[in-house]
């Protein structure tokens, strides 16, 4: 029984996998088919030492890495003229990044779908993105949202002049900026409160668009 169960369901199981194609791997928002060349900018939020400082402090060596800069990346795909460019912030998920929304192997991904429409389209790549270095330390979710977020949305307002902005959140990118909008007190992992205070108090955001992932996470 278990041998004819094993070579009727798992024999393919064995087989040498295929080799991979040689290719240069990209997980971040570069240049797409049928949009304008990006303009990425760059903005520190943090430094690599901080990583997990919304847990319990621990003992431990500091590390010479510690006063690195966490960097969050921009990645905007400026508006056609004659568009109504109103800004768009797109919000990846964890472990993912950017490229959700932009990548020239999804065509057309939502990024153009939205350019189409009008819209001046802006990435963000929180510290958590795949695409990024610091991706590989304990963030928790506190940290990139109530530092990532905020000091993204203020720059995009600042580049564009606009009001507010639209955001398309996905997956626990939603749960972050919800986590933003919603935690009234200032928290010893956050750096930048009067630019959330704004968020909260002065409508920045226009319209949101929640993908996948509701602001109420409860975990099974």
């Known amino acids: 029984y278990l041998l004819r169960l094993m070579i009727q369901v798992h024999v393919w199981t064995f087989r040498k996998p295929d080799a991979a194609p040689p290719r240069e791997i990209k997980r971040l928002p570069e240049a797409?088919?049928?949009?304008?060349?990006?303009e990425i900018s760059e903005i520190a939020t943090g430094r690599w030492g901080e990583a997990g400082a919304s847990r319990e402090p621990v003992d431990r060596q500091p590390r010479e890495d510690d006063d690195r800069p966490v960097m969050i990346r921009l990645t905007r795909y400026r508006a056609r003229a004659g568009a109504h460019g109103q800004p768009l912030l797109m919000i990846h998920g964890y472990s993912a990044s950017g490229t959700t929304f932009a990548h020239h192997?999804?065509?057309?991904?939502?990024?153009?779908?939205?350019?189409?429409?009008g819209f001046d389209i802006w990435v963000l790549d929180m510290r958590t993105s795949a695409g990024l270095p610091t991706a590989r330390l304990p963030w928790t979710f506190e940290e990139c949202a109530l530092n990532d977020i905020p000091v993204a949305v203020d720059q995009v307002l600042r580049?564009?002049?606009?009001?507010?902005?639209?955001?398309?959140?996905h997956c626990m990118g939603s749960v972050m900026l919800?986590?933003?909008?919603?935690?009234p007190q200032a928290q010893r992992c956050e750096h930048f409160f009067p630019l959330r205070e704004q968020l909260m108090k002065q409508r920045r955001?226009?319209?949101?668009?929640?993908?996948?992932?509701?602001p109420l996470m409860i975990y099974s």
């Open 32 to 38: 797409v088919p049928g949009l304008p060349e990006p």
């Open 105 to 117: 192997s999804v065509q057309p991904g939502p990024a153009k779908l939205l350019w189409d429409a």
């Open 159 to 169: 580049a564009t002049g606009r009001a507010n902005l639209d955001v398309l959140a």
């Open 205 to 214: 955001i226009r319209r949101l668009v929640i993908s996948q992932v509701t």
């Open 178 to 183: 919800h986590m933003a909008l919603l935690q």
